[in-house]
């Protein structure tokens, strides 16, 4: 049997034009405070730092110049030899230089997307959307803060030492990659005088246990009001552990496939625990920057 609907009430018919044309609707003096734009970029420099990671750097215009530490922005990443990408590529940004009007982006060539990236030479354009997501908040009140991350997560912690300094806030950087080939951006968080401590899985010393003791010889010095973590369960669940145990608020910048970047796909979904409850949050708009004790193991 077929049940049939009622007939849909007659409607205006609007062209596609008037659409496009139609002014929107802001009350006066009101901010919306949306700051997200498509970007047309220009390459300025497209070099690599070393075997596995290239720096990129663009003329953006003023939106894009607006990003910042924790933030990210959705690349149309051109086809490759390695692909086509369908969709953009979310990628955190490395630096934002308002006074030359660049962003940078520093990143490990793996996939279709970022090996297209690789192609691109100095002159050409690049379109990039946002800045987008929630970044990194530090309180001017503490004094010091740690911040751990690993391989390219390196990238996304780097803006967020350059924050903490210009509120005078102190810095450890505890830097794990697989080699000391692979440490990024020690040159950022040498230019703000932060205590570096390096770890590699080649000198032995990237460990979790080796990690731990690091951690909490900076919890018995005074020496960490926060904590902050990107590219590393491992070290996030680390991190996590001893944040509960010695009550230090914590933040940590979450990786994760997406299609539209702005919350209206809900590919991006994960999970979080919140008041004893689990709870599904997108990582492109609500993050991709959370508290600590709320993010779950992946």
């Given at each position: 049997m077929i049940r049939r609907l009622p007939a849909a009430k007659r409607c205006r018919s609007t062209s596609l034009a008037s659409i496009l044309n139609t002014e929107p609707q802001v009350k006066a003096g009101t901010d919306t405070g949306f700051r997200v734009a498509e970007n047309l970029c220009i390459v300025v420099s497209n070099d690599w730092v070393n075997d596995r990671y290239k720096r990129l750097v663009l003329a953006a215009p003023d939106t894009a110049l607006t990003a910042e530490a924790g933030q990210f922005f959705h690349l149309l990443c051109p086809a490759s030899e390695a692909g086509a990408p369908f969709l953009r590529?979310?990628?955190?940004?490395?630096?934002?230089?308002?006074?030359?009007?660049?962003i940078e982006f520093l990143y490990k060539c793996l996939g279709a997307g970022t090996h297209g990236m690789a192609t691109l030479k100095p002159g050409?354009?690049?379109?990039?959307?946002?800045?987008?997501?929630?970044?990194?908040?530090?309180?001017?009140?503490?004094?010091?803060?740690?911040?751990?991350?690993?391989?390219?997560?390196?990238?996304?912690?780097?803006?967020?030492?350059?924050?903490?300094a210009g509120q005078n806030v102190g810095v450890t950087a505890i830097l794990s990659a697989q080699k000391p080939d692979y440490v990024m951006s020690v040159d950022v968080f040498e230019s703000v005088g932060a205590d570096i401590i390096t770890v590699t899985d080649d000198e032995g010393t990237s460990a979790v246990e080796n990690v731990k003791a690091i951690l909490e010889d900076r919890l018995a010095r005074d020496?960490?009001?926060?904590?902050?973590?990107?590219?590393?369960?491992?070290?996030?669940?680390?991190?996590?552990?001893?944040?509960?145990?010695?009550?230090?608020?914590?933040?940590?910048?979450?990786?994760?496939?997406?299609?539209?970047?702005?919350?209206?796909?809900?590919?991006?979904?994960?999970?979080?625990?919140?008041?004893?409850?689990?709870?599904?949050?997108?990582?492109?708009?609500?993050?991709?920057?959370?508290?600590?004790?709320?993010?779950?193991?992946?």
């Open positions: 590529r979310p990628m955190s940004v490395y630096q934002v230089d308002r006074a030359l009007g660049r050409d354009s690049f379109n990039v959307m946002g800045p987008l997501g929630v970044g990194f908040t530090v309180d001017p009140s503490w004094r010091d803060i740690v911040v751990l991350g690993r391989g390219v997560g390196l990238a996304t912690l780097a803006p967020l030492a350059q924050l903490a020496r960490a009001d926060a904590f902050f973590t990107c590219g590393s369960n491992r070290l996030m669940l680390l991190m996590k552990e001893l944040g509960a145990a010695h009550n230090i608020p914590g933040q940590v910048a979450l990786e994760q496939q997406m299609a539209c970047g702005l919350g209206m796909c809900f590919c991006c979904v994960r999970s979080f625990e919140v008041a004893d409850d689990v709870i599904q949050r997108r990582v492109c708009c609500e993050g991709p920057v959370f508290d600590l004790q709320e993010a779950l193991s992946w």
